[in-house]
């Protein structure tokens, strides 16, 4: 890396930083470093100020700062939009270590400060699991399978349980039960008890959201139609099916009387429930624990 040759007042301009060590002032403050990442994640200036809600001119001044503390150009500009340098990239992977780490300790200090256990959960899992296996004081985030391990990886959580198939490589896992689904239809749906794929996929259904975990499992068993109508909760997509007379696939368990089960021919509509966490804190291994004891509460 070349000499800068910037004055002690100098560095402490563009990052901010007191330290025994002489590199520090080379480390982005916390701005800046969402900025850099913005811009590469999204691939351009407008873009990641879009996704951190500021303006472009605000991501453009930090990115240009950092650029010229270093001597080099984070990013090659194009009408295209931004992509990262030779140099940029290596910078830009060793701040993703830093956000990561940044991430962790947050996380650790609040759990020292806020002894309350945080949970990522589904709506399946809250409204029919979480009541059985919590204990002492908790916060629960509803949230699909996506989000959910989105939250544990930026600390915002302790432990999540999720239902899809897509792990985050960075999480530790333990597989809690099975949660088998079904294509569900009300009861006086034309349909017989058993259709073949064809004629599901013919037929818009009502579906969960992209990203939850019973989206993630029917869109890969089998192709489908455009959607009827999608809903982010379990509630009232059970609500939609029956108001639209539409089918819909739902947890085999949640199933109520007023709606019944279809099979499909050669649909394998398995899955589990997970428990994914970064690090365990001691009262959420108690959770887990206790999740791994009862799973059928």
Request: net charge negative; charged share 25%.
């Amino acid at each position: 890396m070349p000499s800068l040759n910037l004055r002690p007042a100098e560095r402490e301009s563009v990052f901010p930083c007191n330290s025994y060590n002489e590199t520090m002032y080379l480390v982005p403050d916390q701005p800046t470093l969402a900025a850099l990442l913005a811009v590469y994640r999204e691939g351009g200036m407008a873009a990641g100020a879009r996704a951190l809600g500021v303006s472009q001119q605000s991501v453009s001044v930090r990115v240009a700062k950092a650029e010229d503390a270093w001597g080099f150009a984070v990013f090659e500009r194009s009408a295209q939009g931004c992509k990262p340098s030779p140099k940029g990239q290596e910078i830009l992977v060793a701040l993703e270590r830093l956000e990561a780490a940044t991430n962790a300790c947050a996380a650790d200090i609040a759990r020292v400060c806020d002894p309350v256990l945080r949970i990522a959960a589904s709506h399946t899992v809250a409204e029919y699991d979480l009541p059985h296996w919590v204990s002492g004081q908790v916060r629960v985030l509803l949230a699909n399978s996506h989000e959910a391990q989105q939250l544990v990886l930026e600390g915002a959580v302790d432990i999540a349980f999720i239902e899809g198939i897509e792990l985050v490589d960075a999480l530790s896992s333990r597989t809690i039960k099975a949660d088998p689904l079904s294509v569900v239809v009300p009861q006086d749906h034309p349909w017989p008890q058993r259709i073949t794929r064809e004629e599901l996929r013919r037929v818009p259904m009502v579906l969960r959201e992209r990203g939850s975990g019973t989206r993630e499992v029917i869109e890969q068993a089998t192709a489908l139609a455009k959607p009827a109508a999608e809903f982010a909760s379990l509630a009232t997509q059970r609500r939609a099916i029956l108001a639209l007379g539409a089918p819909g696939v739902l947890p085999l368990r949640t199933i109520t009387p007023d709606l019944r089960a279809v099979e499909v021919e050669g649909v394998d509509l398995q899955r589990d429930i997970r428990a994914v966490w970064r690090t365990l804190s001691p009262a959420a291994e108690q959770l887990l624990n206790r999740a791994l004891a009862n799973p059928e509460p």
